[in-house]
């Protein structure tokens, strides 16, 4: 008890507050020599250090500052340029937080079309679990056109079918992303033929300046088809839905970053722009909820999708969902199969999927990752028989060709990318998105950042990483003696389980046949569990 009530020792008393000592003699001394030049520079300098000081001492909010004036101060400097010490100078070059320098320098090099090839032989350890693969054939197959790599979206009910690129923009919208990197993504989809997904924030002017494809996705807020009250607008959305650039509608019912998390777009960032695009009021907190108002049933969401699709004169529909409860899930596929209602289109989106800001837990602690979810849609609806009448497309950390192919191998038909494209745009993994102090242009509202971002470069850059990803998709699909990406399965990719074996994707995941879920016999553990308990008229649990 007595010990806490001793007096510290000179050496450390003096030493908290050397700098403070130090300022104070250097203000004296300048004091001492006002008949000099030099002196009154000095003594500012001096004299603004020395009131910084007696500020921290006197200060109540900060520990470090109060017991180490003036040079506390330095934790916070360190603290604010960390990011870019580590990014630059320790983070290797397989570091991923989230995307590793390799990643993001292959696709700089690709934007750029600079040789991305690597000499010496692969950095990767080939020998570590987790090391995946594409198996190639002694007979490897002519070189594809990548431009063929398309995939036609649109069953029986749509009239007026797409015809998609496997590769696209991800939804990412007007207010998360500036004017000029939404003109930039569009103008490059435009160049590569080749989709952008609005986002949720609705069809700006900048998404039709340049007449690139438009998915456009439709969330909870109904931004761009909204009623004042923040309804569903039929006749609002049937406006939108009419203009050609639009070619397909997304259901957004919740994304990988913060599944099942609503929104608040606070007042003062409701700019006149935003609220045009949006169909707001101007400077009113702008809701986005976490569940959708127009229907709360899956029979209720199958007759939503016919909805859209009758207003929007037959495009393709479709909805896009990082996977929670399997049973949800399910429930919507018995209810497709209840109405005879299907959806042209399914996106899925994996847990480790991007966004502007999301709270800690939810970006680390929710959602399916996105193969697991992909691998669940496809045998969900393999076993359903209804795999034939529904496209699926993919969305999740997706920059290279390898990635493209792991996912069209599990199941997808497509995949979409948003990070990928906006590394192509400059994005330099600042992890400043949600500050508005982007410092390269991309996630910002401030007219001078985003000044920085020229268009016609962009667009171009965003188109040259597209078609030079293709083509390095083309040469592995070559390699693997296929000639076309849709002919990848899971027994050509390949994964390392331990020092000792490797084992192809078809032995190491669950593949359900075609219409098993519908036998009484079925017997699939998790699938056959997940699927009694799911009912079309509710979300809920089966009783």
Known sequence: MLASFARPEPTVFFSRFTALGLCLAGLLFAL???????????????????????????????????????IGRLR???????????????????????????????????????????????LSDVYKNGYEFISHSTKP????????????????????????????????????????????????????????????????PYHRENGGDLIWEIGSGYFGCRTEKGRFDPVRFADNAADPQVKMIELKLSQGAKPGHGGILPDEKVSPEIAATRGIPVGVDCISPAEHSAFSTPLEMMQFLAQLRTSSKGKPVGFKLCV????????????????GIFPDFIVVDGAEGGTGAAPVEFADNLGMPMRESLLFVHNTLVGAGVRDRIKIGAAGKIVSAFDIAAV??????????????????????????????????????????QRALVVPDKAER??????????????????????????????????????????????LHIFLEDGELLSGTHDRDFYSAAWKLARADRFELAA
């Open 76 to 122: 916070w400097a360190f603290e604010k340029i960390r990011p870019e010490i580590r990014q630059y100078l320790i983070e290797g070059d397989d570091d991923q937080t989230p995307f590793s320098r390799a990643q993001r320098s292959l696709v700089y090099a690709r934007a750029k079309d600079e040789v991305s090839d690597r000499p010496f032989g692969t």
């Open 32 to 70: 001492t020599r006002l008949s000099d030049a030099w002196a009154l520079p000095v003594l500012a300098i001096f004299s603004c250090l020395c009131l910084l000081g007696v500020i921290d001492l006197i200060q109540t909010r900060h520990a470090v500052r109060r017991n180490y004036p003036i």
């Open 141 to 204: 197959k002519p070189l594809a056109d990548p431009d063929s790599f398309r995939v036609p979206i649109g069953g029986s009910d749509a009239r007026d079918p797409y015809m998609a690129s496997i590769f696209n923009i991800s939804a990412m919208s007007f207010g998360s992303l500036s004017a000029n990197a939404i003109r930039a993504l569009n103008k490059g989809a435009k160049l590569g033929d080749f989709a952008h997904d609005t986002g949720e924030g609705g069809i700006s």
């Open 324 to 339: 929670g409860h399997p049973w949800e899930f399910m429930g919507m596929v018995k209810a497709m199969r209840e109405t």
């Open 462 to 507: 965003v188109r040259r990483f597209h078609r030079n990803t293709l083509r390095a998709l083309a040469e592995m699909t070559a390699a693997a003696g296929l000639s076309h990406p849709s002919e990848l399965g899971p027994h050509h990719l390949v994964r390392r389980v331990s020092l000792t074996e490797i084992r192809v994707f078809s032995q």
């Open 408 to 449: 069209l191998g599990l199941g997808a038909d497509w995949t979409n990318a948003g990070r990928g494209f906006m590394f192509a745009l400059g994005c330099i993994q600042s992890l400043s998105c949600h500050t508005n102090r982007c410092p390269v242009g991309v996630a910002t509202q401030d007219p001078l950042r």
